[in-house]
Structures are given as C-alpha cells and as structure tokens.
C-alpha cells in the first residue's frame, strides 16, 4: 500500500466524506450466475467495498463515470486522474478493477493518515 | 411419542448359544460363531460406507436413491441411510449421516431368531435381513446399539430392512453389493459418501467419519480440515 | 390404475370451521403439480374471482408440491404459493410464490399432493398434519414470535428432539398403534417441515412471506400477509408415506447421466463451465462467506446446493438477494470485510426471522434515503419518521427498519400496503416518473434487469402478474459479461449460442435465433413476443408446476457436453424425460409447453376476472421518459444481437427507452398470437374451449369480460 504523504486536509475530508443522494455514484454487484443487484455509493471509501477483488462476483462500475464523479463530485482531480491511468493502462475491464481498487484503497489510506496526523480537524461533515 | 415396543432385551437363540458355549463349545450358529469366551464372530464383511458429514449437503438425494434402487418406491423411512438435520443449529452439529456400519461383530445379526439377518457370504458377507425369512420381530432393530438404529422398520410390509450395501437392488441397472455399486455413493452430488475395502476400528464410534474435501472444495470457498 | 408420483390426496383446510377435508389428486392430474395445480384448485374454490386484495376472506391459497419433489429428480425440490396476493398496484392479482427446503417432499410423505386454505380462523391457529392426521391447534401463544422461535416451539409442542443425535421418532400414539398393522404409522428420523409466518405476516403487510427452515421464503406477493389476514400461523407436516413412481430404474439412470454427462467432474471440476445444471455446489450469496467453516446446504434433491450453513451461527440457510439487502447502507459503516459481511448476513437474518421480502430494498431502500436527502422524510418532517436515520448502516438500524416494515409502525405503517400506494398517499407519484423510485411494474422494484434492456423479463412480468424472477435467458448475459470482463475468449460464439438456445425453443420460436436478438430493432417484434410466450408456457409448467428450480433450469447450453447442448429437452435427462419416469405418462418436450399455455390461459381469466385489461398493462412512467444508462448498473450489458450485416454478436444494450406506442403494438402481437382479445387482452371462447377450459369461457361470458373472436 502506498500513502501519499502530501495529501492535505482539505482534500482528505473530500475523500472521506459522503456527497448528497442525488450526485450518488452508481454501482452494481454482479454474483453469476443470477444475482445482479443495482446500487450506489456515496463516498469514495465505499468504493473499497465495492472494488475489492473477489473470486465470485464482478463490480459493476463505470470506470470513465467514476473518474468524472471522483473529480466533479469527490472534489479530487488526483484521485480521479490516478483512476484514469489506472483503467487506461488495463488489458480487461477486470483489471481495471483490480487496479482502480488499489488506486482507491491507497487514497482512502492517505486521506485516512493526512487527518490522523492533524488531530485538531474536525471529523468530515457532508458537504452541500 | 410411543415406546418403541420392540426395545426389549433376549432371544431365545442367544440364550441357547450362550448356555451351549457354556459347556465349552464354539458352537456354529448358522452364518456366525459363537466362540467359548462368549464372542459372536462372522465374516467380516467386504466393504463398508464411510462418510464426511461436514461436506454433506443435506439434499436427501441418498435417501431417495436407496429407496428407490431397493423398492421402486420414494420414501425416507425406507432408506437405509439416514440424514438428519437441525436447520437452526450451527455446522457441524446442523447434521449427521447415519449409515449402516456392517459391525464385525454385529448385534443384529447375532440376536436374529431365524437367520434372516446374516452376513450373506454371497455379497461379501455384507449383513443382510433376507426378507424370506424376517418375521418382523423387530430384535435387530432394538439390537442395534446406535442412534438412529441402523435398521429399518418397513411398516407397510411389517418387516426389518437394513442396508446391504446394494446387494439386491433391481431397481439399479448394475450390479450392487461389495464388488458392485452403491446407489448413495454413486448419486451423491458432492462425493460425501465413500465404499472404503479396510475395516473402520470398531472400537470408536468415530471411525466411519472420513474427511472427503480435498482442493476443488477449498476453491469452493469451504475448509478442508478434519 | 395406479396415479405414479402422487400422494394421491390434497388437503383442504376450512380455517372458519377448523375443519380438514380430503379430496382425490387424480381430477387435477391434467395439470401436472404446483401452480397449476394451485390454479385449477382456485378456481374451484375461489368463489369470488374478482377481489383484488388478498386480505378479503373469500380468498384461497394453495401450497402445492410436484411429483418430481422427493424422487431424485435434480434439482425439482420446490414448492408452489398460489391465490390472490397482497401490496400490489393497482390491484393485488392472482399470483405466486415459491420456497425450497424440504417442505415439498416431507408435505408428500405425509399424504398430500397440496394443501387448499380457504376461510378465516376466529383466532390464531397452527396446523399440524402427520400422516394424513390433520389437528388444528390454538397458536395465541404463538403469535407474535419470529419465524424461527415458532418453529422450534411448535417443534417443542410435538415433542421433536432437537439437534442430530437423535433417534427414529415414532409416529404412533401408543404401543397398541404400531403392533397393529392396520394403524402403523411407523418410523422417521427427519423433523416436521414448517411453514409459518413471522410478525410481517402477523399484520398482514404486503411484505409478508411464508417460511421454512431458516432460510427458504416464499416473499413475493404478500401471502404471509394473507396468512395473517386468515389467523394462519403455521403449517407443520411429517410423514412416514411413500411415493411410488413409475419407472425407478428411468429415474435412477437418468440421474447418473445427468452426473456424468451434464455435471462438471467433482475431481477436476470446469468452475468457469457456461450451464446452470451442471455447477458445482457454490454458496449463491452477495456476500462473501463469514468462514470458511460451512457445508453447502441444499433442497430435497438438488444436484447443486446453492446455500449454506456456518460455524458462526448466522446467515444460514439465506442466500441472494436476501444477504445483501442492506448492502449499500453497510458500506457506509463497515470499517472492515468481515463487519460488512456480518452486517448484512445478519441483517439477513433479521429479515427471514421477522419473515419479510427483501426485494423492496433493491431500489426501495435508496428512494427512502432520497426523501431523507430531500428533507421531506425524518422527525417534524412532511413524511414523519423517527427511525434512526443518524445510524443508517448500522445492524441497528436495519433492525430497527424490518420491525417498522414487519409490525406496521412508523413509515411501515404506509408502506405495508404497498411501496407504490405510499408513494402517492405522500406526493411521490413524481419519483415514479424520474425514476427515483424505480418501482417498475405492478408496484414492485425493479428486480435488476430493467424491461428496457433484458426485454422478456420486462415483458413477461407485465404481460402477467409479477417480477418474473425467471433466470432462464438471464444466464447468457452473466456468461458472456463475466467473459467479457476477463477478456476471455467467450465459450460459446453468439451465433452458435443461439442456435442451441433455439434448437430447444419448441414449439414457438423452435430453431428460430431470431427470437434472441436483443438488439434494438428486434425488441418490439413478433420475434420476441414468441419468446415471451414460450418462456411464460415453460414456465408455468415445467418450473412452476412440475417445480425445477430457477438456479439449475432451464440448462439450454453446457460447455461440459462434447456438443455444448444442454440438459433442456435432451432425450437422456430433459425436463420431460424425468416427469415420465416418476408419473408413468409419455409427454414430449412439447406437450408440456402446451400444458404451461392451458395454466397461463386459466391465470389469465383469473386476472380478466379481477378485472385487467389491456389499457393498465403498462410499466411505470420511468420506463418510457428516461433511458437506461451506461454505468446504472454494470459498465456493459452484453447480449446476442444481430448486426447491421445481420451477423450475431455480442453487443451492450446499454442506454435504451421503452417506446409506449411500439409497447402497444407488441401488445397487440402478443394477445393475437395467445389467441386473445387485442383490444382487451381477454382470452377467447374459441383459446380457451381449444385447451379444454369451456367453463371458464363461460364463467368470462357470464361476468361480460370474455375476449371477442378475431373477425
């Protein structure tokens, strides 16, 4: 797992916290051979959920839509241009998923550490 | 919930082995030996079913086929194999296989008053109620010393039925019996039942429990140990 | 002459008079088991066809068992809910619902083929039937408990051991009873199966289910509510009887050939196989499992098992849709894995104990987090509500939720007569119209596959009178997106994938792919109105009557043959070669696609009888003013389409509308070729007197809702 030892608060309380319903994101849960669940997410660390690889199931989750979400609804241009590189740069939808997971996972963690480390700041409220 | 009436101790076959190896006889007793220490010894039988109730998926299919291959008719009551399950309770203890156990030294066969119950040399001296014979005097079902009782009591037909391994199954479009097959091995669908040749040790009640999960059932999401 | 594969009687139940009644299995035999069975048994003794809500008295459920349950027929252990539902909109129709365990089989063992519930108990009742001996019992200090406090009471009751070290349990009264040939009920190691209600059924909610065991439920439609509306609590049945079949030595071979042939091999299994028959046992849950210390756990005769039951002693026995209800909710919480699968598989438990349907919750449960959003739903809010919005996610809330919905309290007290009536009793109509409450047909969500993509879902659910939840072409979308995801190569090509589908597709749409072009120029044709008639004639037979499980069939394709062909319609294990081998008739693949058509052909009356007519047949506004869009659900939604070459392909349907005026003309298309009335939708004297139904034509006639002949 990498931090990004730079990440400043502002933009860690972006990461964490939940945008309003209605700029949700959403995703869905395909469990072959019958289960195909529709659903959201609100926060970029649900996306660590919804993304992490399992052996019996796909997300379902709109790699070029997320990045656009991370960047306009999130408030993370970072974020989302890692989540582009890291689609791009993937040879099936699978592994972007397996790679955007890992992108996502290290930014959650970082944003998780940059608030650890300024004790004095508020938890994240949801923004308007 | 009735006393089962057939819970009764004596027959009078044991009685007269008992006071004839009393006078120092190892007295041959039909398909078995009464030896003078007391002993009641028969052929061991050829084969034997051991399961892996931690694998078992409860499906009942087992049941079913045995019924099936020995009468053409669906019942669980008449199958020789018996799954019980608790739904509310937790894995392990949510089920347990109960199959006939063909004993060395079996009981039932021993306290049969007419040889109905024998180990039937023809099949590998599986234990086998022949229907011939049963009078239906349920002393093999109260001989039985496990829970549930590994013999059957066909209500219907007013007999005794036990397992034997397949012998006779005209339903099943092959051979049954020890060298044969066996209808609840052969439809399992997860392979929780096995035939095994070697005698499980007779002396623990846990010795016909076998560990049949191998990798497919770890990839499969499930544990592998015993 | 012998009547193979039944139990040979049917229990009729007057819950007003406390009173049982036998009635002979061989007058309904023409229509197989299950639903129609159910169907013929309603109309019968439904004496008033016309009600819409399923609280009104004169209402009569059947719970039905197939001749295939019990027989070793894989995967054909399921039993059938018929009768007027609960909580639908506009109208509560004739309708179904079916559950798994051993409820089916055990029901057979004990005499009967089905069981008619018909009037009003004066005060709560439990039914206890062993063996044909059937005991009515005061359950006033059942009602109230959970659907797994009252099983395991009712077991007390019966003097039933817990657990599994357990012995034979004796059937009969007294010792002078078994020694008596006559009256020997003999022996049994199994537990009575169950059947009950929790509190959701208690306060008769629309969300109210049937269930068994602790996982199997009967959730759609309401019938736990009108269980409830009856004073039913419970229905408990053990037996000892036996089934005799026709041709056990057909049975047992068939069997083997279905493990051999169809099945991937247990010692070098193919995981990644393309069929439904043929998987090895895989826990069919949302949620990964909580330990790997579980058994698979199936139904009566499942070749499959698609349950489980763990060493931490929750989430056993569910499966599905119902452990990931509060799925996204839990994500919000959830610091680790393990706490999001616990959250959910006990949020799942939470669900099956107060006996609840879950499906609300796929798009329910975000329209309720919309209005809390908006502000108009919470304390002091327009829509009052003092549930513990602040903890949305937690365990607690879920809990706090079903007891709402289950009991009647809170938002539960709107909601309990149906998502969609609250939603106009509270100014929502709009969000049926944005789709923000995604509410797709007959006042039930969207299960997953919207009608504007996957179209015979869609149109089969609103041509009858529920969400299909039929997977029986879903399968080719979860096999080639799973392949497409992977980047694999796919299994089956598009053009040989639809040829095998429609080599089976018998009688309609037989060697026609056409039929499974899902592209956009086809989705409104003829083409696809034949194959919503053959799946809704397959279904109402083979899965809902003879009763083989959605999971496993229908097996059209299957990558562990030499041929790819599936087990559907084979000659060797074809869902008619086993219903021949337990009943002793000589169907074709064909006739009961025929018989399927005569029960869809009854239901239909039934629901002219309510009053349906074409004119309310229609989805929800979202389905015709908004598009389906890239990323709402999966990135990609792959299926066989037709290019503009006329080559098969794989293509995304992404991104569609449902036209209305092109949906009336598939309407039309659809009711001509069912040889009912177009501009009604009503069956005809001449379809109906032609499937041997002419007192039903009569019945249409005389209540002035009779389809007219086409000139």
Redesign the interface.
């Given at each position: 797992m990498a931090l990004t030892t730079a990440m400043d608060v502002e933009t860690a309380h972006r990461i964490l916290a939940s945008v309003p319903h209605v700029r949700r994101f959403p995703v869905g849960h395909l469990r072959p051979p019958t289960g195909l669940i529709p659903s959201f997410v609100r926060s970029v660390g649900e996306l660590e959920f919804v993304l992490a690889p399992r052996s019996d199931s796909l997300p379902g989750v709109h790699m070029e839509r997320l990045a656009a979400w991370i960047e306009h609804d999130v408030g993370d241009p970072a974020g989302a241009a890692e989540v582009r590189a890291a689609a791009a740069a993937a040879p099936s939808y699978v592994d972007a998923c397996v790679a955007v997971y890992e992108r996502i996972r290290d930014r959650v963690a970082s944003a998780r550490h940059a608030l650890e480390s300024a004790p004095q700041v508020q938890a994240p409220e949801r923004r308007a | 919930?009735?006393?089962?009436?057939a819970r009764s101790e004596g027959a009078s076959r044991r009685a007269f082995l008992a006071a004839s190896a009393a006078t120092g006889c190892a007295v041959f007793a039909g398909p078995g030996v009464l030896l003078a220490d007391g002993r009641f010894v028969i052929p061991n039988s050829a084969g034997f079913l051991v399961v892996d109730t931690?694998?078992?998926?409860?499906?009942?299919?087992c049941m079913?086929?045995c019924?099936?291959?020995h009468?053409?008719?669906?019942?669980?009551?008449?199958s020789r194999i018996?799954v019980?399950?608790?739904?509310?309770?937790?894995?392990?203890?949510?089920?347990?296989l109960?199959q006939c156990r063909q004993c060395q030294n079996a009981p039932c066969v021993e306290v049969c008053p007419t040889g109905a119950n024998h180990a039937d040399a023809k099949f590998g001296h599986v234990r086998r109620i022949d229907q011939s014979l049963c009078i239906g005097c349920k002393s093999c079902v109260a001989a039985c010393p496990f829970?549930?009782?590994r013999v059957?009591?066909d209500?219907?037909g007013?007999k005794a039925q036990k397992c034997d391994l397949c012998a006779e199954t005209p339903?099943?479009?092959a051979p049954g019996g020890p060298d044969g097959v066996q209808?609840c091995v052969?439809?399992c669908?997860?392979?929780a039942i096995a035939f095994v040749r070697e005698m499980p040790d007779q002396t623990r009640e846990d010795s016909y429990q076998a560990n049949l999960r191998d990798w497919?059932w770890?990839?499969?999401?499930?544990?592998m140990e015993k | 002459m012998a009547l193979y594969g039944y139990a040979g009687k049917i229990l009729r139940l007057d819950l007003t008079a406390q009173r049982a009644t036998e009635i002979d299995t061989a007058k309904y035999r023409s229509w197989g088991g299950g639903h129609g069975l159910g169907s013929a048994l309603f109309w019968e003794f439904c004496k008033d066809k016309t009600i819409k809500d399923g609280r009104n008295p004169a209402n009569v459920i059947v719970v039905a068992s197939s001749p295939l349950n019990g027989t070793l027929v894989p995967s054909a252990g399921r039993s059938e809910v018929v009768g007027v539902g609960l909580g639908m909109y506009p109208y509560s129709w004739y309708t179904r619902s079916g559950f798994g365990g051993r409820f089916g089989t055990m029901l057979r063992q004990a005499g009967f083929d089905a069981i008619v519930i018909e009037g009003r108990a004066s005060s709560p009742v439990w039914v206890d039937v062993r063996n044909r001996k059937v005991v009515f019992h005061d359950a006033s200090a059942l009602w109230g408990t959970d659907t797994q406090t009252a099983q395991e009471r009712i077991w007390a009751q019966m003097g039933v051991p817990r657990g599994t070290d357990t012995g034979w349990w004796d059937l009969n009264a007294s010792a002078a009873e078994a020694l008596d040939p006559a009256t020997d009920q003999g022996r049994t190691t199994q537990k009575p199966a169950i059947l009950t209600i929790g509190q959701a059924g208690e306060n008769q909610t629309g969300g109210g289910g049937l269930v068994h065991d602790a996982g199997n439920i009967a959730a759609v439609a309401g019938f736990g509510g009108v269980w409830g509306s009856k004073n039913l609590k419970a229905i408990s049945v053990i037996g000892t009887g036996e089934i005799p079949v026709a041709d056990a030595k057909a049975l047992l071979r068939a069997r083997q050939v279905t493990k051999e042939k169809y099945v991937s091999d247990l010692q070098q299994p193919d995981f990644a196989a393309w069929t439904k028959i043929g998987k090895q046992p895989k826990l069919m849950a949302m949620v990964p499992p909580p330990t790997d210390e579980f058994r698979p756990q199936a139904c009566q005769g499942c070749i499959s098992g698609c349950r489980a039951r763990y060493s931490v002693g929750y989430g056993s026995e569910t499966k599905c849709q119902v452990t990931s209800w509060y799925f996204a909710p839990s994500r919000r919480v959830a610091k680790s894995s393990q706490e999001l699968i616990e959250i959910n598989l006990r949020a799942a438990d939470a669900a099956q104990r107060y006996g609840i349907n879950t499906y609300f919750a796929i798009t329910g449960l975000h329209w309720l987090e919309h209005l809390v959003e908006e502000g108009v739903l919470g304390p002091g809010k327009a829509i009052p509500s003092n549930l513990p919005w602040d903890k949305y996610g937690t365990l607690e809330f879920a809990e706090k939720l079903i007891h709402a919905l289950s009991c009647r309290e809170d938002i539960g007290a709107d909601l309990a007569d149906g998502w969609v009536q609250a939603a106009h009793k509270w100014g929502r109509a709009e969000d049926l119209r944005t789709g923000h409450m995604a509410f797709s047909y007959w006042g039930q969500p969207d299960h997953g596959y919207d009608p504007r993509a996957e179209v015979e879902w869609g149109y089969g659910s609103i041509l009858g009178d529920r969400d299909i939840c039929e997977h029986c072409f879903n399968i080719i979308f979860t096999n080639i997106t799973s392949s497409f995801a992977f980047a694999q190569p796919m299994r089956i090509q598009a053009k040989d994938l639809v040829g095998i589908i429609a080599e089976k597709l018998s009688p309609y749409a037989k060697n026609r792919p056409e039929v499974l072009d899902y592209g956009d120029e086809n989705m409104y044709s003829e083409n696809v109105a034949q194959l919503v008639r053959w799946h809704r004639h397959y279904t109402r037979f083979y899965k809902q009557s003879a009763l083989y499980c959605d999971l496993r069939w229908p097996d059209f394709y299957n990558t562990n043959t030499p041929d790819n062909r599936g087990a559907t319609a084979s000659d060797d294990a074809g869902e008619h070669v086993w219903w021949n081998a337990v009943t002793g008739d000589t169907l074709s693949f064909d006739d009961g696609i025929e018989i399927g058509r005569r029960i869809w052909n009854l239901d239909n009356a039934i629901w002219t009888l309510q009053g349906r007519h074409r004119d309310i047949v229609h989805f929800a506004p979202y389905i015709y003013e908004t598009h389906f869009e890239k990323g709402e659900l999966f990135p990609f939604y792959m299926w066989p389409c037709r290019d503009e070459q006329g080559q098969w392909v794989y293509r995304d349907i992404m991104g569609r509308t449902m036209d209305r005026r092109k949906f009336e003309e598939f309407k039309t298309s659809f009711y001509r070729l069912e040889g009912w009335d177009t501009a009604s939708g009503w069956p005809t004297r001449a379809t109906l007197e032609g499937l041997g139904l002419r007192e039903v034509a009569d019945t249409l006639e005389a209540a002035g809702r009779l389809g007219k002949e086409r000139a």
């Open positions: - | 919930m009735a006393q089962d009436p931690k694998k078992c998926q409860g499906c009942g299919t079913m086929a019924s099936l291959a009468t053409g008719r669906a019942s669980y009551t008449l018996q019980l399950q608790d739904s509310f309770a937790r894995w392990p203890d949510d089920l347990a109960a829970t549930p009782d059957q009591w209500h219907g007013r339903y099943l479009d209808a052969r439809v669908p997860v392979g497919v770890k990839r499969l999401g499930m544990t | -």
